[in-house]
């Protein structure tokens, strides 16, 4: 009987660490970040009370299968998708500073139909190349003046009418905005890459980049979409736009950040790339498709409105 005690105890465990951890701190954020995970792992002592008491068993199993549920957001699938009136493709990527495949990758994205492309983590040192990706399409990030701030580029087939870059804090942090005509409407664009939450620093950093922008966005004119690599996830007590549509909201748990490629680490993953749209913006055929030499994968959706 003491190993049902101990299946039972670390059940109610797992099950809390996946709820509760985030609402406690740094390091709890953290922990709940893998809320997933935790609720993977719930399955494990549920199956095991199953020696001692199979009714019992069924009800964990029934509860952790519901909560998989809750989390797993299913009711997604059963989104309406709009009517199609301007429709963009949008992709986005985290490439790496250090990508190997850089070169290969670009090019093979630069042979590919999209509107807009946003990068996080280009390095100045492929200027070259991010020029000579669709070279008739406009640009931000290449030109002396502004550069890559915050390793952020972006390639669009619609003008850039206007761009600016703010800095939250002077370590550098911010995002960029940029106003882009499309269809005789102006569309304001967010590119953003927080910093990732390495150190409790960095972590006040990024919670306190993306309630900045949460305050620009709630009573902004007009519609506006943020992409980017927020390095948080989207139950994360610290992620602000929970009200709003999101990639994660179309697409059930998607995960495009992994900690490795190997077996042991598979279930290290974690959907920290996204994008938020205003009201009036739709969010379809949202796709991951593999980026090779980054940890992370490329979001591939269209916008429409």
């Not at 709890?28 to 970040?33: H, R």
């Not at 920290?272 to 913006?281: F, P």
């Amino acid at each position: 009987m003491t190993m049902k005690y101990i299946n039972l105890a670390l059940y109610f465990c797992f099950i809390s660490i996946a709820f509760l951890a985030k609402d406690y701190g740094y390091v709890g954020d953290l922990i709940g970040s893998f809320r997933y995970q935790w609720l993977l792992f719930s399955f494990i002592p549920a199956t095991l009370i199953a020696y001692h008491n199979k009714k019992l068993a069924l009800c964990l199993l029934t509860a952790s299968l519901f909560l998989t549920g809750l989390h797993l957001n299913w009711q997604s699938y059963f989104l309406s998708e709009p009517e199609k009136k301007t429709q963009l493709t949008v992709k986005q990527i985290n490439l790496s500073y250090f990508n190997p495949y850089i070169k290969k990758e670009l090019a093979k994205l630069a042979k590919e139909d999209w509107d807009l492309l946003v990068v996080q983590e280009f390095n100045d040192q492929h200027k070259p190349l991010f020029e000579s990706i669709k070279p008739h399409y406009f640009k931000f990030g290449p030109s002396q003046r502004v550069g890559f701030p915050m390793g952020i580029g972006v390639i669009t087939r619609y003008p850039i009418i206007s761009s600016k870059v703010v800095f939250t804090h002077k370590e550098r942090v911010g995002y960029v905005e940029l106003d882009l005509l499309i269809a005789r409407e102006v569309i304001k664009l967010f590119a953003i890459h927080p910093p990732s939450p390495r150190t409790r620093r960095d972590w006040q950093l990024r919670n306190a980049l993306l309630k900045r922008l949460h305050n620009e966005t709630k009573d902004a004119a007009g519609r506006w979409v943020i992409s980017g690599d927020f390095n948080t996830v989207p139950w994360s007590v610290y992620f602000p736009f929970k009200n709003s549509l999101s990639c994660s909201q179309v697409r059930v748990n998607y995960h495009t950040w992994h900690y490795d490629s190997a077996l042991l680490f598979s279930l290290i993953e974690l959907p920290i790339d996204n994008c938020i749209v205003s009201e009036a913006i739709a969010i379809t055929d949202l796709q991951i498709e593999q980026f090779n030499g980054s940890d992370h994968k490329l979001l591939s959706y269209q916008i429409t409105f």
